[in-house]
């Protein structure tokens, strides 16, 4: 992406100069899904698809906001006095969300400001457009009023835009990863403390390829928030047995002990789910520091596993793509990445097959889904923050 095409598109639309051009990424989350609202851990980084924001203070307290991805939507226009939620506002939901919230930080702003975005991730592709834009937002706005909050309030503004003005009841994961990322690094975050250790995820000899399975992703109409009620119901039954605040607290061991005082099936798949995966999660980035991709593979193998038959949020499309990489060369694991309902898969694959894995995988996929997917190299990236050209 040009600075200069971007500069150019927000004089064309607002008809003055920007004052700056922010970059907010996306991410993939290598392991540990539906984790993060059960208190345990993720392991997600930042890539370079992602949103930009370019940005011009205004005089009066509206936000004029435009996105280069929908021109046909125009532009949205709305009081920073009056920011409830309103459908036809479209995107700009998310940007009225971050605002409100922080205005309920630090009181109402001085002025609003021009908004043009442009985002490279796709939408609905499970890779965090929407954590993209809110942080993005945060971001603008703290720093066009040099306000005082740390970027991870920003992360937990953005967590609330998510729960409290869109509905969707989801943990950390997106928000955290957007925003407090570090180029050549993931994060292992214990959800429940927030805590985390970085590890570096530059790999010489493999690239971690996204598989877009194209089919999208509807996280607020899914089943997700009955994916976290059906958790709750579970640890609540457990609670009766054992003494844990939330089931990331529980071992493999202490599960299976005490899985029988859940009595549904269903419940106990999703409990099952969240354990093993916690536990997973930790074993797997353990192997990842050894530089032990193969065992890191195998735990993104049986995580997917795990998503398909317990957890129940893969569909024919991701199983398809998680599947057909698992029996190619040079692929040490494969899994999708996010909420799930659709969306990404991820694969680790080995530099020199990368070619023949997308030939093959996208080739069959045609064949047994009836559309193309698509594949992109992730690229690892910094949290959100100022845009520097050369990047
Ligand atoms: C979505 C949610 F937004 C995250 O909080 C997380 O639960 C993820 O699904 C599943 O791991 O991306």
Redesign the pocket.
Known sequence: MERKQLMQDFKEQFGHKADRVLFSPGRI?LIG?????NGGK?FPCAITMGTYGVVKKREDKEVHAFSGNFPEVGEITFNIQDLSFKKEDNWTNYVKGMIRYMQEKVGELPHGFDLYIYGTIPNGA?L?SSASLELLTGVIVRDMYQLDIPQLDLVKLGMRT?NEFLG?N?????QFAVGMAKKGYAMLLDTNTLEYEQVPVELPDHKIVIMNSMTRRE?VDSEYNTRREQCEQALEQLQEVVDVKSLGELSVEAFEEHKHVINDDVLMRRARHAVYENVRTDRAAEALKAGELNTFGQYMNESHKSLDEDYEVTIKATDYLARAAWKEAGVAGARMT??GFGGCCIAIVENEDVDTFIDHVGRGFKEEIGHDAEFYIAETADGTKEWVAHE
């Open positions: 989350n899904e539906h984790t993060d609202y993720v499970s965090s998510e969707l989801s943990g950390i994961l997106d996280l996010g909420g």
